[in-house]
């Protein structure tokens, strides 16, 4: 029986809450142009055993090419910002528990989320080593919002509203997971950490590429930026291109990255909701996710599918 306590429209208030999906802040969005290069529980038993050495060398040779990861992420220590993030995510679960908002375990949604995201994980070390290590974690939030976020460290929480208003197939949500999935896997937290340090001048810039530069940031200080960071249109287009072949390599169809975002577009009704802020999902993100579909569409065909389906929640009363 799912908890009664739970209020899925509570739209809690939760001062923690990361920016979230498709945010970014790019000061040109307002034109449609091309970017710049191409728990309440732990959420346990995800990391399956040999998920890595199942990739095929076939494979392996498949898939989207972002390049390598950006040498500012060196700036800032990787173990205290997922330390940050797991800190910055507990909290904002107690605050969305104390005002009942916080699905529980036997919530349809959750247990949805948590198999979409079982089937994924496994895949996301060949992204990120660290992520053989992290404690992942996946949360449902009862909010009206069109959100959803994966924090360093594997911390993930869908909002209710992206589900239920968006009417979400499985390989859509896998889309948005594998998006946000992306995000941390790529480090780009730690980045823009990184350049925002080495544009304030905070230590000098060439001893620390070089791992000479002092590394000891706080943790509070480091959850403090977590809160206020946006992502760059370079940020999202390459977390959109990393997420679908997340996503295809898990059995789920890459061509949703379409579908989904038409769906966004239409909820926006010309006037970007807060999901897309000043990253209005227009025709350029589109086109970007069809020239990529070819490089993705073998590592679906091939991939084991899942074997049990979910429905969205039933549409909102009007």
């Given at each position: 029986m799912v908890d009664a306590d739970f209020l899925p429209d509570a739209d809690p208030q939760l001062p923690g809450a990361p920016a979230g999906f498709g945010r970014c802040d790019c000061r040109r969005c307002g034109a449609d142009h091309a970017p710049a290069h191409p728990a309440r529980r732990l959420f346990t038993g995800l990391l399956a055993a040999g998920g890595v050495s199942a990739l095929t060398p076939a494979w392996a040779q498949e898939g989207v090419d972002v390049g390598k990861q950006s040498r500012f992420t060196k700036l800032v220590s990787a173990e205290q910002v997922e330390a940050a993030a797991q800190q910055q995510y507990a909290q904002m679960?107690?605050?969305?528990?104390?005002?009942?908002?916080?699905?529980?375990?036997?919530?349809?949604?959750?247990?949805?989320?948590?198999?979409?995201?079982?089937?994924?994980?496994?895949?996301?070390?060949?992204?990120?080593?660290?992520?053989?290590?992290?404690?992942?974690?996946?949360?449902?939030?009862?909010?009206?919002?069109?959100?959803?976020f994966c924090m360093p460290g594997g911390k993930i929480a869908f909002y209710f509203g992206i589900l239920q208003q968006l009417q979400l197939s499985d390989d859509e949500v896998a889309m948005i997971m594998g998006h946000e999935m992306a995000h941390a896997l790529r480090e780009h937290a730690r980045e823009r950490m990184g350049k925002n340090m080495a544009t304030n001048g905070a230590i000098e810039i060439g001893a620390a590429l070089l791992g000479l530069g002092n590394m000891g940031r706080g943790i509070a200080n480091i959850g403090g930026q977590l809160l206020s960071l946006t992502f760059s249109r370079e940020d999202e287009s390459e977390a959109d291109l990393v997420g679908m072949e997340l996503a295809a390599r898990a059995g789920y169809n890459p061509q949703a990255g379409v579908t989904l975002w038409q769906k966004m577009g239409q909820a926006s009704k010309g006037a970007p909701p807060q999901f897309l802020s000043t990253h209005p999902a227009g025709p350029t993100r589109i086109r970007d996710i069809e020239r990529t579909l070819p490089r993705v569409q073998g590592l679906y065909a091939r991939a084991p599918k899942p074997e049990q389906r979910f429905q969205p929640p039933a549409p909102a009363k009007s």
């Open positions: 679960m107690r605050q969305a528990q104390a005002q009942k908002a916080l699905a529980p375990a036997n919530h349809p949604q959750v247990l949805r989320l948590r198999a979409i995201a079982q089937r994924i994980i496994p895949f996301a070390a060949t992204w990120n080593p660290r992520a053989q290590q992290w404690r992942w974690e996946v949360n449902l939030i009862g909010s009206r919002e069109l959100n959803a």
